[in-house]
């Protein structure tokens, strides 16, 4: 089943060859959850760094996003110590001051909220000035499509794969 995850949306899965998919992030974040072991992905749609005190759509929010996921997940038998984090989006969409780059505000703010809560981050495909996708296959891969290039697969959800993908930096080169 085909899951399009909408702006401050979420969506969790755990039956292989299901795809949650992210199309036209820009400075909005993907952020993708993983539990590989336990066959859990969970992915949402992050629009904007600070809730200031709004507490839904929970993942509408940098701050509160990868709470939510993480509580979805568990739910459906994901252990919080073996889940992993990729980051796709966060481009800054216009050129005016740094104070205006929702995009670098929200990557750190998704950073921050995963460090708070102990997740750590396997990639991510983040920065730029260009919008990307963002794309679950459970039991095949995490991947992003940067718009007009060729999809990338930041991290493999098979199996089979005993080294996953090399991690990425904040501007979405190889390690």
Request: proline content about 3%; aromatic content about 2%.
């Amino acid at each position: 089943m085909v899951t399009q995850v909408r702006m401050g949306e979420l969506a969790v899965s755990c039956r292989a060859g299901d795809e949650l998919m992210v199309v036209g992030l820009g400075s909005c974040i993907g952020l993708a959850l993983v539990d590989r072991p336990g066959g859990v992905a969970a992915l949402a749609h992050v629009v904007l760094p600070e809730s200031q005190g709004v507490q839904r759509p929970r993942a509408k929010y940098a701050d509160l996003a990868a709470s939510a996921l993480l509580e979805e997940m568990e739910a459906v038998g994901a252990l919080r110590r073996r889940v992993e984090a990729v980051l796709i989006g966060g481009a800054r969409m216009f050129s005016v001051g740094s104070s205006f780059d929702i995009g670098a505000r929200n990557a750190h703010r998704v950073r921050a909220a995963l460090g708070d809560l102990g997740v750590k981050i396997h990639a991510e495909d983040v920065g730029g000035n260009r919008g990307r996708s963002a794309r679950i296959v459970l039991g095949q891969e995490i991947s992003s499509q940067l718009a007009g290039s060729p999809r990338e697969s930041l991290l493999s959800l098979s199996s089979e794969a005993s080294i996953s993908m090399a991690p990425t930096t904040a501007q979405g080169t190889k390690s």
